[in-house]
Structure formats: structure tokens, C-alpha cells
T-cell receptor
Framework: AQTVTQSQPEMSVQEAETVTLSCTYD???????LFWYKQPPSRQMILVIR??????QNATENRFSVNFQKAAKSFSLKISDSQLGDAAMYFC???????????FGAGTRLTVKP | DTEVTQTPKHLVMGMTNKKSLKCEQH?????MYWYKQKAKKPPELMFV???????INESVPSRFSPECPNSSLLNLHLHALQPEDSALYLC???????????????FGPGTRLTVT
């Protein structure tokens, strides 16, 4: 079974600075999808960014970008120009190519300091 | 409209009660999901419905009974719950549930359930 590991339970960043959240995963599959979800204190989970494993180019969404290293099974999230509204729990998630069963990492709680 | 709604927001029930959680989406999505999330933990998948048929049941105890009356509505019926079932119950939906596509899951705000 696939497992997702987020080794940083908590991270802190100064407003306007850059922070990187780590995620590694274990799989024997060659095709799959990776996601970063954000869950603010209000609890509604929203998608931040997604990456298809067959794509070599790293995904970017405005201030959010990923560093996808397929051979290393690593999928880190970089947040540039951090804003107070970025404070949340961030979950890395893996989804198999063959189904929509999504597996989440334990999460990283990000604090943004003004 | 990219909204998934859930009612109620909070629910307190005794171990002998019967209650239901409701989830609704009007995005035309054909896959809907129930997740359980304990405090400071990631969501854990419970059930998946695809085209109103149960596709995945992750070995959830029978005291949780899902129902999908139509493509927009998903219910979770609760009966004889235990205190350890207290958690945030999240509903999600996606356009479809098929291999080979990055169907994003849209999450609702959740129902905070407390079993006394």
C-alpha cells in the first residue's frame, strides 16, 4: 500500500518570506497523482496544487510551486511571499492512477508570523 | 458553484441515538466521498460512491451506514456509535471516479460529531 510521509509536524515562516514543506511517498506504481491540500482553521480543505507523475515539469500556481523528484519519491511545496492567510494545516496526498482512493500524509501545520 | 455543503455543522449524540449527516453538491459531480478526521490527524477514507453506487467501503463498522439517494445528495446514517467515533466527518465530491484522470476532490466544511 502507498504511504505518504510528512516529516515536519510544524513549520513557521515570516510574512513575505519563502517556506518549503516536505513530502515523501512510497509506491511501486509508475503512474499516479500528487496533491497538496490546505486546511485552514475553519476546516474546509481546499486544493493548492496538483502534479501528474508522468509530467516532468513542476507544477506552479501563483505563489505556490512544487519540486517533484520522481526517482527520489519526493514532492515538496514551496510557498513564496508568504501571507497571513497561508497559515493552515497542509496535507500532501497521493492518488493511484487506477482509482480515486486518496492517501494523505500526517500534515504540516504552518504558522505565518507578521 | 464549487461548493459542497454539509449539515449539521455540529452534532452531539448519545450512544443509543440514531442520527444522520447530510452532504449536498450541485456541481454535477458523479463521485462522492465520506472521510473521518480525528483531531490533528489526516482524513481517512470511509466510503466512495460512484454514479450513486457504493464503490469503496474501507472496512467501516456497520454502525455507519451510507446512502446516496441521488447524484447530488449523500447521507451518512449513524446508529449505536461509540465515544471513539467522535471526529470531524468530511464529505467530498469529484467530477468522476475513473482511472487516468486528475479529478480534483472538493471538500465540504465537515460535521463535528461528539458521541457521549
Amino acid at each position: 500500500a502507498q504511504t505518504v510521509t510528512q516529516s515536519q509536524p510544524e513549520m513557521s515562516v515570516q510574512e513575505a518570506e519563502t517556506v518549503t514543506l516536505s513530502c515523501t511517498y512510497d509506491t511501486s506504481e509508475s503512474d499516479y497523482y500528487l496533491f497538496w491540500y490546505k486546511q485552514p482553521p475553519s476546516r474546509q480543505m481546499i486544493l493548492v496544487i496538483r502534479q501528474e507523475a508522468y509530467k516532468q515539469q513542476n507544477a506552479t500556481e501563483n505563489r505556490f510551486s512544487v519540486n517533484f523528484q520522481k526517482a527520489a519519491k519526493s514532492f515538496s511545496l514551496k510557498i513564496s511571499d508568504s501571507q497571513l492567510g497561508d497559515a493552515a494545516m497542509y496535507f500532501c496526498a497521493y492518488r493511484s492512477y487506477n482509482n480515486n482512493d486518496m492517501r494523505f500524509g500526517a500534515g504540516t501545520r504552518l504558522t505565518v508570523k507578521p | 458553484d464549487t461548493e459542497v455543503t454539509q449539515t449539521p455543522k455540529h452534532l452531539v449524540m448519545g450512544m443509543t441515538n440514531k442520527k444522520s449527516l447530510k452532504c449536498e453538491q450541485h456541481m454535477g459531480h458523479r463521485a462522492m466521498y465520506w472521510y473521518k478526521q480525528k483531531a490533528k490527524k489526516p482524513p481517512e477514507l470511509m466510503f466512495v460512491y460512484s454514479y450513486e453506487k457504493l464503490s469503496i467501503n474501507e472496512s467501516v463498522p456497520s454502525r455507519f451506514s451510507p446512502e446516496c439517494p441521488n447524484s447530488s445528495l449523500l447521507n451518512l446514517h449513524l446508529h449505536a456509535l461509540q465515544p471513539e467515533d467522535s471526529a470531524l466527518y468530511l464529505c467530498a465530491s469529484s467530477q468522476d471516479w475513473r482511472a487516468g484522470a486528475t479529478y480534483e476532490q472538493y471538500f465540504g466544511p465537515g460535521t463535528r460529531l461528539t458521541v457521549t
